[in-house]
């Protein structure tokens, strides 16, 4: 099977898209974190080849210039990320947490069947290889505490600030995140 991948920017980094021949994501991830380079370096154990293909990645790029834009709340993008029966259950889950709302670990684990999972799904969220699409940055801290995210924490106050669940000076200002496809 062959990835088509691109790297592109984006307020909160460069990203790395990855799609799989029908089309459908399998990965993205942020290019400066050993994560991005993992995923290229399994998928290519894994036996795929792994092509730069801008124009395959170019509704990934458009609908997250969107979101950054300010103009998406939801994303209109099929994902097939590989992981386990459980964590594809709790990536589902993710992607049930409305645009502008999080939701602690122990409230999703609750939602996979009790207090007993929280660990479980938050090791789940964790290795989530779909960022942003599939929004892992909704999971907080019991507290209210932003913690755990791939990307680094200022970019999870970012994408949560952008979304609206967080206040933001620059919202305040009425500025807005571009994305640069240049």
Not at 83 to 103: A, D, H, K, M
Not at 126 to 134: C, D, F, T
């Amino acid at each position: 099977m062959t990835l088509f991948v691109h790297a592109f920017a984006s307020p909160v980094g460069e990203l790395l898209a990855a799609v799989e021949e029908g089309g459908r994501l399998v990965g993205l991830e942020f290019v400066d974190t050993h994560r991005a380079q993992a995923l290229l370096d399994g998928w290519r154990a894994g036996g795929r080849e792994v092509v730069h293909d801008v124009p395959r990645c170019a509704e990934v790029v458009r609908q997250l210039g969107e979101y950054f834009a300010g103009d998406r709340r939801a994303f209109d993008l099929e994902v097939a990320p590989e992981g386990t029966g459980f964590q594809r259950r709790v990536w589902e889950e993710l992607r049930r947490i409305p645009y502008g709302t999080t939701i602690s670990y122990g409230e999703l684990g609750r939602r996979l069947g009790g207090t007993t999972f929280t660990r479980a799904a938050g090791r789940a969220n964790g290795a989530n290889p779909v960022a942003i699409v599939i929004p892992c940055h909704r999971v907080i801290g019991a507290d209210g505490s932003l913690v755990g995210y791939g990307g680094g924490l200022e970019v999870k106050r970012t994408l949560l600030e952008l979304e609206g669940a967080l206040p933001t000076a620059a919202r305040q200002r009425g500025e807005q995140l571009t994305l640069d496809l240049d």
